[in-house]
Every structure is written in structure tokens, then in C-alpha cells.
């Protein structure tokens, strides 16, 4: 039960994409790229060419989070880019099976992300075709929102669901991820935490990364959900 930790570039200096990729390289696990196209979200920020760009500039893999519509269309090219993560919004995809199936088959991890206001229950039944259920704990489209503590019963459940499902699927949150915030995530059952500003407007980004990890340690080590089978909890 490997806590991992993925710093948002949304914070970061876009003029210096790679040096602030650099600054996290020793500590991250993931970078985490968000692609918003001023139609699923009222912002826009990057998109493929810079992607692909950044790609060749970073160690670290890329946790691509498409905030846009049509990613039917657009998904699996991030992964043939080399993407290791490609999340798409069950909100915008039309046909989720197929899509999920596609960015697997083109080599990236495959992942689904949910809104605050979308229940996880009606995706139970795609667990077994994803790596990474992404909830959003801030509606999605800019970086430095307050923390949604509603959504923490939504994670409770959802880690229930994939604790009956079985499998390895990872369970991210993003949005007004903090060291102020990182232990509620961790304790309802957060394993994959983004976290924009609260790395790069940090002195230290680097060190920032280490803190929220040893925070998201410490909690997940009291947490009853990742208790192994048969402990008590
Ligand atoms: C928001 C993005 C997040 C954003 C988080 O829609 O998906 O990844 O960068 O930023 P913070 O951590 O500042 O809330
Ligand atoms: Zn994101």
C-alpha cells in the first residue's frame, strides 16, 4: 500500500516546465500534467505539443489528467506520446469501456476521474478496467481551491468498492491537497495524492513533496482500511 506522491504543474512556472519537473525529479513519483480545454473546464492550459515536449525533458512519468471533452478522440494519443497515466472524466467520455480499453492497449495506465458532485457507484463495474480511480476534492479547472471535505464519505466508499473489487486500482485525489488536508485524504482511504500549490509555491518544492509524504505515511499506517486481512480495524 505505497503512498505516491504526484506534484501538479499547474502551479509551476510554464516558462520553465523542465527545471521545475527537475525540482521534484529525486522525490515525486509521478509528475502530474493538466490538460484543460476551456470547454469541460473554464480554463485552458496545455495540450499535446507540450507533452510531448516535456516528456524528453523529465525522468518522471507523466499522470496526464484530461479535463477536456471529447476524450474519445484525444485520449490515446497522450498515451502513444508516452504518457504512464492517462485519466479521462466519466463526465465527458462517451464510451468508457472502449476508451479505458485504448489507452491500455497503447501502453499508458488508464484512469477515471469523477467530479465532487458525481456519485462512484454507478462505476463499480468498470473497476476491473482501470489502474487509477481519480476523485476530484475541488470542482476541476484551477489550482489553489479550498479542499472539498465532502467528498472524504465518497472516498471512504470508494476505497470500500475497491477493497471488494480486488484488484490493484489505484485511488487518487486532487484538489486542496495540503499538509493541512493530505491526512484526512490518506486516512479515508487516498493512496495517489496531486498536489499543485501546495508543491510549487513552496520554497522548497522538493522538500514540500517529502513532508506531505511522511504526513500521508503516518496516516495511512493508522488507517483501518489499509489493515491487512484478518487485523483488527
Ligand atoms: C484542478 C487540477 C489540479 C490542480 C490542483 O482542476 O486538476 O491538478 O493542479 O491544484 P491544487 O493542489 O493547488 O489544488
Ligand atoms: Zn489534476
Not at 35 to 55: C, K, Q, R, Y
Not at 65 to 85: C, F, K, Q, S
Request: proline share 7%.
Amino acid at each position: 500500500m505505497a503512498v505516491q506522491l504526484a506534484p501538479s504543474i499547474l502551479s509551476a512556472d510554464f516558462a520553465r516546465l523542465a527545471d521545475e519537473a527537475g525540482a521534484v525529479a529525486g522525490e515525486a513519483d509521478w509528475l502530474h500534467i493538466d490538460v484543460m480545454d476551456n470547454h469541460f473546464v473554464p480554463n485552458l492550459t496545455i495540450g499535446l505539443p507540450v507533452v510531448e515536449s516535456l516528456i524528453k525533458h523529465t525522468s518522471l512519468p507523466l499522470d496526464c489528467h484530461l479535463m477536456i471533452e471529447h476524450p474519445d478522440r484525444w485520449a490515446t494519443v497522450y498515451a502513444e506520446a508516452g504518457a504512464g497515466n492517462v485519466t479521462v472524466h466519466a463526465e465527458a467520455a462517451q464510451a468508457p469501456v472502449r476508451l479505458l480499453r485504448e489507452i491500455r492497449s497503447a501502453g499508458a495506465r488508464a484512469g477515471l476521474g469523477i467530479n465532487p458532485a458525481t456519485p462512484v457507484e454507478p462505476y463499480a463495474d468498470l473497476l476491473p478496467e482501470i489502474d487509477m480511480l481519480l476523485l476530484m476534492t475541488v470542482e476541476p479547472g484551477f489550482g489553489g481551491q479550498p479542499f472539498l471535505d465532502l467528498v472524504l464519505p465518497k472516498l471512504r466508499r470508494a476505497r470500500e468498492l475497491l477493497a471488494r473489487h480486488g484488484g490493484a486500482v489505484w485511488l487518487q485525489v486532487d484538489g486542496g491537497v495540503s499538509a493541512a488536508t493530505i491526512e484526512r485524504c490518506a486516512e479515508a482511504g487516498a493512496d495517489v495524492f496531486v498536489a499543485g500549490s501546495a508543491v510549487y509555491h513552496a520554497g522548497d518544492p522538493a522538500a514540500a513533496v517529502r513532508g506531505l509524504r511522511a504526513q500521508a505515511e503516518r496516516a495511512t499506517a493508522g488507517a483501518a482500511w489499509a489493515a491487512g486481512p484478518g487485523q483488527p480495524g
